[in-house]
């Protein structure tokens, strides 16, 4: 009995793989048609992109600073980095804070220690090459404690134009500078 019962279950899996398999050769014989088509979304390719925050000097505490995508209409995307890894202190950053308690995300991966007056912070993330030259911008806000906090220290578009430039803040930041 036991021998009709493992070969009947081994006919069974062996009819079901070929029926997958039929299945899948239909699946994918469907999609090779769709993208020669092109009805298919482009996938993304991401590009590194590096950014330099460079700090004026200044008296008080390490900046606490987001770095953070900005869509054409001025709408927050994501946050790229945040400089300061205490979190008490990101209430300090209103403008920005507002944003992530709309839009929640895992800061945890993408914080780093604050940054020291007139020090750097070099900063490499992958952004979808569709984003880039299309209107979308990054945005440094800026934060020290007991000091006031500069919603815009720096904005900048995302452009090949600007590969390299420094782009001025208004605040912390003396300027900002990226390239992909």
Sequence with gaps: MA??????????????????????????????LIAGLGLLPHAAIAEETTFLVQLNEYEGEGAYFALYLVDPSDRYVRTLWISGDDAEWYEDMPRWWKYVGRAPQDLDAITGASTAQGDRAVVRVELESEILDTGYSVRVETGVEDQE????????????????????????????????
């Excluded at 493992?6 to 039929?22: D, E, F, Q, V």
């Excluded at 500069?150 to 430039?165: F, I, K, R």
């Design 3 to 32: 021998y009709f019962v493992k070969n009947h279950s081994l006919k069974t899996s062996m009819n079901s793989l070929k029926g997958m398999r039929a299945w899948l050769i239909r699946q994918s014989s469907a999609i090779a």
């Design 149 to 180: 906090n500069h919603p815009v220290d720096v904005q900048a578009p995302l452009e090949a134009a600007l590969h390299g430039e420094r782009v001025a803040g208004t605040g912390y930041v003396r300027y900002l500078r990226y390239q992909w």
